[in-house]
């Protein structure tokens, strides 16, 4: 800036580059210095990953140059992030501040896992629906199905396959939808001895993971993709799951990939970004609801 302004007095004023610098305040070295950095090569890189990640800033990107072995100060990427006029636009929201209880913070992984649906079109016009569930504390990915609607017994399938590759959770958190709070839902969450903890209507950030992920799902996958059919939709969908779970740096898990966070916490060596006096399990937001095993058996007759 203040090179610009001693040539700024030079050009208006015919005045001698001493006299300019001397006015400015600068010495005339600082003036004459020209940087012999040579950052094209990592610029160029970074405009190829930006093109191929364009929601990623320059602490993903930096993340991504130190996978392929190019040893770079993070302060160096962001100057020439910024200086190849790369950037990823943020819509700052006005936020109602008000007091409220806390999350619930689970302290291993299957202890809860949050389930929410996200929604988008094909090209031609056809709606589709896409469940999610993730592990809170890992933050994976868990199941990414895509489907024309989710009946309550279509959700349970899905559950299926995830609890017989990782188990049945603590808990389930959801809303109040019908396809989470059906009778059929209810019953196979008791036939598998799983909690289901139901926000409170209207209340979306008590799933805020879930929402978090969705937030994640439509910038990066929904918003710039364009679905020929719902068969494409399942293949980009599920490609992007793929490299959600073992490409994409996550800022709470200390810009570690989810299965690399749930490797290290299987080696004993998972730390999350969470303050220790969040380490016990609560249900201080929504309601832990199990469902009552007498309302989905048949009474039993009273004896005379």
Not at 163 to 189: F, I, K, M
Not at 198 to 210: C, E, L, S
Request: proline fraction near 5%; include cysteine.
């Amino acid at each position: 800036m203040r090179r610009a302004e001693v040539a700024r007095l030079m050009e208006e004023f015919s005045t001698s580059q001493r006299h300019a610098c001397e006015l400015i305040g600068i010495p005339r070295s600082t003036y004459r210095y020209c940087s012999r950095k040579q950052d094209d090569t990592l610029r160029n890189r970074l405009i190829e990953l930006a093109r191929e990640k364009p929601r990623f800033g320059y602490r993903r990107l930096h993340i991504l140059l130190r996978r392929e072995g190019r040893t770079v100060n993070h302060k160096r990427v962001q100057r020439v992030y910024r200086a190849a006029g790369l950037s990823v636009k943020r819509i700052r929201r006005k936020k109602l501040v008000r007091a409220y209880a806390e999350l619930a913070r689970p302290t291993a992984p299957n202890q809860e896992w949050a389930l929410d649906f996200a929604s988008d079109r094909t090209a031609g016009g056809q709606r589709i629906r896409v469940l999610s569930v993730v592990d809170t504390y890992t933050r994976e990915c868990l199941a990414l199905e895509v489907d024309s609607s989710f009946p309550s017994r279509r959700v349970t399938r899905v559950l299926d396959q995830v609890v017989a590759q990782r188990g049945v959770p603590l808990n389930l958190r959801s809303d109040n939808g019908p396809e989470l709070t059906s009778r059929h839902y209810l019953s196979w969450c008791v036939a598998h001895h799983a909690g289901t903890i139901h926000i409170q209507p209207g209340k979306p950030t008590q799933n805020g993971h879930v929402e978090s992920f969705h937030g994640r799902l439509r910038d990066e996958c929904l918003n710039p993709s364009w679905f020929v059919n719902l068969f494409d939709a399942r293949r980009k969908i599920r490609s992007w799951r793929d490299d959600y779970n073992r490409l994409r740096p996550h800022s709470s898990l200390r810009y570690m990939t989810p299965e690399e966070f749930a490797l290290s916490y299987t080696a004993g060596t998972a730390s999350p970004s969470i303050p220790s006096n969040h380490a016990r399990l609560c249900l201080s937001q929504g309601q832990a609801l199990r469902a009552p095993t007498a309302a989905l058996t048949q009474a039993q007759p009273r004896a005379e």
